[in-house]
């Protein structure tokens, strides 16, 4: 009996001690919980800068610190386990790290983050210092960048360009932009190793309308622009060369972010591709709602115009030497106008379609040679309806392109590079309007033309230590004209101490008409035009991390197309009116001269940004009549200036500043002042000389600030902008009304943006 009163009060006695344990557990056990210390170094995923003002944080724990000035941090106490760090910046993407904690045990990593949107990665790309292969003009907007400088209200990434040292541009509503006195059409832009039309969401025939870029600022690696003397890989253009990178999909894991803002909501995904991540995927899409907020503003107005656009990207690396990407971008612009004062020459219902695929195919086929080929097609269709339902414009082009490129490196001083590409190209057109002073319609444009065009190209890049030498030569050939030409260029860059380098190029760059100068109702046999570049750099570090760079360039342009007697003029005191019945001729010679100054400071920590200011002058001469003028683009004075400063890991603020001389106005127009006036006034009249009145001198301050907020595993992000702070009254050209018998013109200026105040919200997940 005694035997089992002892058994139960020892079975009652241990589970008591059980019941203790489960509910005082810190009190039952001597032992302390099994912990471990996690450190190491938050870097640039770009180039291995150490960055401070980094958050580093153990999901599921209190457990938090920011990284010192060297990017160092340190976390005691770390549960023992699979842990997750959680690493966040304003301004760079939120990252998440995976590591085994042990018991005691010391975990040291370094962490790269990537700026911008980009996507994490274990490796840094370390960047040599000096570039060698760099133009003597050459500008790089990185990710990180445009996320600043595209603007909330727009979230449009041709905006940054705007900013850059040497682009000048005076028009608020346009994505457009003009280089060292260039318009667009002799820009060459390219999209995934494609030269492209320009992508931008626009009304086509409307000359006073407005335009954003086509493509999602979130998907994109960096913006590239050459302002001159540059290798001409894609060639058949007289000006500068912009280049559009898409950026690949995560590859560590499937993430997303939502932006919304007052003018467009947009969502992109990404993630890896399959089980074994040897690829991945990205998709974005976006739509805008301008036209509805505009409604709700002020119910009267019934001017809507939108758009919607969506880009894919996917990359497989189907064997370590063989790599397929898939590239693909679509978007939908509309104008719907509903006023009852339209015109019936004037555009109700516009609708522009634009589309780019590119699958490219990357082969190592050595460690010394690769192989790049892309099949690519890219279509644009617009049509244009008045108030009647008559339709104005209507317009088809199509491009289908075949690409090989290959780089083999002889050397390590010595490589060469080459290309060929096929490409067929088609367009039709058809335009009326009334007739000048009179209600009948009459046809304006009417063909349909297509061609092929052949190009090869071939460089040798030789270095020495920092110098290095870049000779090439593109030969084209197209059907449209039956014209080959050759186009030679070089590259060069010479140390001249142990901290200045001097770069210099120049070069032969030609571009064949359009099709519309050649085989429409006013087209004719148009010669090859022609520029001729000359560029030259000094370049050096200041300190801190600045540097700075002087250029200095010389572009002669020969047999420009010119349509005479398109424009109002005055001659012999009588208004002479447009001629739609002349043609085409290639007759503008002229030359753009210029000096650019800029002081940069590129780094991930502090203040970063830069201060540019060009001189430049660009005019013409037409070889037919004599007359020289201004070109339409001769911008005197431009000043560009960014600045980005990153407060803490969850603020940072940015400002932008334009200004600049301002273009011509285009046309024959003068200005008059009134003595009679209270006030000193000027009037508009037609005139003999044309480009002699300008547009009044812009410039437009912008401040944006960010700050994010971070919660379990997603973070938000808000913006907030301010355009246009100080209220500057900026105009831009327009088209004016003509009183037949004074020669006054009205309405020759549109008032662009106020002050606007704005807001846009991001998710990352």
Same mark, same amino acid.
């Given at each position: 009996?005694?035997?089992?009163?002892?058994?139960?009060?020892?079975?009652?006695?241990?589970?008591?001690?059980?019941?203790?344990?489960?509910?005082?557990?810190?009190?039952?056990?001597?032992?302390?919980?099994?912990?471990?210390?996690?450190? @190491?170094? !938050?870097?640039?995923?770009?180039? #291995?800068?150490?960055?401070?003002?980094?958050?580093? /944080?153990?999901?599921?724990?209190?457990?938090?610190?920011?990284?010192? #000035?060297?990017?160092?941090?340190?976390?005691?106490?770390?549960?023992?386990?699979?842990?997750?760090?959680?690493?966040?910046?304003?301004?760079?993407?939120?990252?998440?790290?995976?590591?085994?904690?042990?018991?005691?045990?010391?975990?040291?990593?370094?962490?790269?983050?990537?700026?911008?949107? @980009?996507?994490?990665?274990?490796?840094?790309?370390?960047?040599?210092?000096?570039?060698?292969?760099?133009?003597?003009?050459?500008?790089?907007?990185?990710?990180?960048?445009?996320?600043?400088? /595209?603007?909330?209200?727009?979230?449009? $990434?041709?905006?940054?360009?705007?900013?850059?040292?040497?682009?000048?541009?005076?028009?608020?509503?346009?994505?457009?932009?003009?280089?060292?006195?260039?318009?667009? &059409?002799?820009?060459?832009?390219?999209?995934?190793?494609?030269?492209?039309?320009?992508?931008?969401?626009?009304?086509?025939?409307?000359?006073?309308?407005?335009?954003?870029?086509? +493509?999602?600022?979130?998907?994109?690696?960096?913006?590239?622009?050459?302002?001159?003397?540059?290798?001409?890989?894609?060639?058949?253009?007289?000006?500068?060369?912009?280049?559009?990178?898409?950026?690949?999909?995560?590859?560590?894991?499937?993430?997303?972010?939502?932006?919304?803002?007052?003018?467009?909501?947009?969502?992109?995904?990404?993630?890896?591709?399959?089980?074994?991540?040897?690829?991945?995927?990205?998709?974005?899409?976006?739509?805008?709602?301008?036209?509805?907020?505009?409604? &709700?503003?002020?119910?009267?107005?019934?001017?809507?115009?939108?758009?919607?656009?969506?880009?894919?990207?996917?990359?497989?690396?189907?064997?370590?030497?063989?790599?397929?990407?898939?590239?693909?971008?679509?978007?939908?612009?509309?104008?719907?106008?509903?006023?009852?004062?339209?015109?019936?020459?004037?555009?109700?219902?516009?609708?522009?379609?634009?589309? !780019?695929?590119?699958?490219?195919?990357?082969?190592?086929?050595?460690?010394?040679?690769?192989?790049?080929?892309?099949?690519?097609?890219?279509?644009?269709?617009?049509?244009?309806?008045?108030?009647?339902?008559?339709?104005?414009?209507?317009? /088809?082009?199509?491009?289908?392109?075949?690409?090989?490129?290959?780089?083999?490196?002889?050397?390590?001083?010595?490589?060469?590079?080459?290309?060929?590409?096929? &490409?067929?190209?088609?367009?039709?057109?058809?335009?009326?309007?009334?007739?000048?002073?009179?209600?009948?319609?009459?046809?304006?444009?009417?063909?349909?033309?297509?061609?092929?065009?052949?190009?090869?190209?071939?460089?040798?890049?030789?270095?020495?230590?920092?110098?290095?030498?870049?000779?090439?030569?593109?030969?084209?050939?197209?059907?449209?004209?039956?014209?080959?030409?050759?186009?030679?260029?070089?590259?060069?860059?010479?140390?001249?101490?142990?901290?200045?380098?001097?770069?210099?190029?120049?070069?032969?760059?030609?571009?064949?008409?359009?099709?519309?100068?050649?085989?429409?109702?006013?087209?004719?046999?148009?010669?090859?035009?022609?520029?001729?570049?000359?560029?030259?750099?000094?370049?050096? $570090?200041?300190?801190?991390?600045?540097?700075?760079?002087?250029?200095?360039?010389?572009?002669?342009?020969?047999?420009?197309?010119?349509?005479?007697?398109?424009?109002?003029?005055?001659?012999?005191?009588?208004?002479?009116?447009?001629?739609?019945?002349?043609?085409?001729?290639?007759?503008?010679?002229?030359?753009?001269?210029?000096?650019?100054?800029?002081?940069?400071?590129?780094?991930?920590? @502090?203040?970063?940004?830069?201060?540019?200011?060009?001189?430049?002058?660009?005019?013409?001469?037409?070889?037919?009549?004599?007359? /020289?003028?201004?070109?339409?683009?001769?911008?005197?004075?431009?000043?560009?200036?960014?600045?980005?400063?990153?407060?803490?890991?969850?603020?940072?603020?940015?400002?932008?500043?334009?200004?600049?001389?301002?273009?011509?106005?285009?046309?024959?127009?003068?200005?008059?002042?009134?003595?009679?006036?209270?006030? $000193?006034?000027?009037?508009?009249?037609?005139?003999?000389?044309?480009?002699?009145?300008?547009?009044?001198?812009?410039?437009?301050?912008?401040?944006?600030?960010?700050?994010?907020?971070?919660?379990?595993?997603?973070?938000?992000?808000?913006?907030?902008?301010?355009?246009?702070?100080?209220?500057?009254?900026?105009?831009?050209?327009?088209? $004016?009304?003509?009183?037949? +018998?004074?020669?006054?013109?009205?309405?020759?200026?549109?008032?662009?943006?106020?002050?606007?105040?704005?807001?846009?919200?991001?998710?990352?997940?």
């Amino acid at each position: 009996m005694a035997h089992h009163v002892q058994n139960g009060a020892a079975v009652r006695l241990r589970a008591s001690a059980v019941l203790f344990c489960v509910l005082f557990p810190a009190l039952a056990s001597p032992v302390s919980a099994q912990t471990g210390t996690i450190s @190491g170094t !938050v870097v640039d995923a770009r180039d #291995g800068t150490p960055l401070e003002k980094v958050s580093v /944080r153990v999901h599921d724990t209190s457990l938090a610190t920011i990284t010192a #000035g060297d990017g160092r941090f340190q976390l005691d106490g770390v549960p023992a386990g699979r842990r997750e760090l959680y690493v966040s910046s304003v301004d760079f993407i939120l990252v998440r790290r995976v590591v085994e904690v042990t018991d005691g045990g010391d975990i040291v990593i370094t962490i790269p983050i990537t700026a911008g949107s @980009g996507t994490y990665s274990e490796t840094v790309n370390v960047s040599g210092g000096d570039d060698v292969a760099a133009a003597p003009s050459q500008q790089v907007l990185r990710s990180n960048e445009l996320q600043q400088l /595209r603007g909330v209200i727009t979230n449009d $990434p041709m905006r940054a360009i705007h900013v850059l040292p040497g682009v000048a541009t005076g028009d608020d509503l346009r994505s457009e932009f003009t280089v060292r006195g260039l318009p667009v &059409r002799n820009t060459n832009f390219t999209f995934e190793g494609i030269a492209t039309p320009l992508l931008v969401h626009t009304v086509q025939g409307v000359q006073d309308g407005g335009s954003i870029a086509m +493509i999602n600022g979130d998907v994109l690696n960096e913006i590239g622009l050459a302002a001159g003397s540059y290798a001409q890989r894609h060639g058949d253009r007289t000006g500068a060369e912009l280049d559009f990178l898409m950026r690949e999909g995560s590859r560590d894991r499937m993430r997303g972010q939502a932006r919304l803002s007052v003018t467009d909501a947009a969502m992109v995904m990404e993630g890896p591709l399959g089980s074994s991540k040897q690829g991945s995927w990205l998709v974005s899409a976006r739509k805008s709602y301008l036209g509805t907020v505009i409604r &709700r503003i002020d119910p009267e107005n019934t001017f809507a115009f939108g758009f919607h656009d969506a880009q894919v990207k996917v990359v497989r690396d189907v064997t370590p030497a063989h790599q397929l990407q898939v590239a693909l971008t679509l978007g939908r612009s509309r104008l719907d106008q509903e006023l009852a004062s339209l015109s019936r020459d004037e555009v109700k219902d516009g609708l522009n379609d634009i589309g !780019v695929a590119v699958v490219t195919w990357r082969h190592l086929v050595s460690p010394r040679l690769i192989l790049t080929q892309r099949i690519a097609a890219d279509g644009n269709r617009f049509r244009n309806l008045n108030r009647d339902g008559l339709e104005l414009h209507r317009a /088809r082009s199509s491009n289908l392109i075949y690409r090989a490129d290959w780089t083999y490196a002889r050397s390590a001083r010595v490589t060469l590079e080459g290309g060929g590409e096929f &490409r067929r190209s088609s367009e039709s057109r058809f335009e009326q309007g009334q007739e000048l002073l009179r209600p009948e319609f009459v046809l304006r444009e009417n063909f349909s033309a297509s061609a092929f065009a052949a190009s090869s190209y071939v460089l040798a890049r030789v270095a020495h230590g920092r110098a290095s030498v870049a000779p090439g030569v593109r030969v084209d050939h197209l059907t449209l004209t039956g014209r080959t030409s050759a186009s030679p260029w070089f590259e060069s860059r010479w140390p001249l101490t142990a901290s200045l380098a001097l770069r210099a190029g120049g070069g032969v760059y030609r571009q064949e008409p359009e099709f519309a100068e050649v085989k429409g109702m006013r087209g004719s046999d148009l010669d090859l035009m022609r520029s001729y570049h000359l560029d030259v750099s000094v370049e050096g $570090p200041i300190r801190n991390a600045f540097t700075w760079q002087i250029t200095a360039y010389n572009r002669e342009d020969r047999a420009y197309p010119w349509l005479p007697g398109a424009e109002f003029r005055v001659s012999d005191g009588r208004i002479v009116l447009p001629s739609f019945t002349t043609r085409y001729e290639s007759s503008l010679d002229g030359h753009s001269r210029g000096v650019g100054v800029v002081v940069q400071r590129r780094s991930p920590n @502090g203040l970063a940004g830069w201060l540019a200011y060009d001189v430049a002058l660009t005019e013409y001469r037409n070889t037919n009549t004599g007359e /020289r003028f201004p070109a339409d683009y001769d911008q005197r004075h431009t000043l560009n200036m960014y600045a980005v400063y990153r407060l803490s890991d969850r603020t940072s603020f940015s400002t932008r500043f334009r200004a600049g001389s301002n273009f011509p106005t285009p046309g024959y127009y003068e200005a008059r002042p009134v003595t009679s006036a209270a006030q $000193p006034l000027e009037l508009y009249f037609l005139s003999t000389e044309r480009n002699r009145l300008r547009v009044p001198v812009y410039n437009r301050l912008d401040v944006r600030a960010n700050r994010t907020f971070s919660w379990r595993t997603a973070r938000l992000t808000l913006f907030a902008e301010v355009l246009n702070l100080y209220a500057r009254e900026n105009v831009r050209a327009s088209q $004016p009304a003509i009183n037949g +018998i004074t020669q006054q013109v009205f309405g020759l200026y549109d008032s662009m943006f106020p002050v606007i105040p704005s807001a846009g919200v991001s998710i990352e997940f």
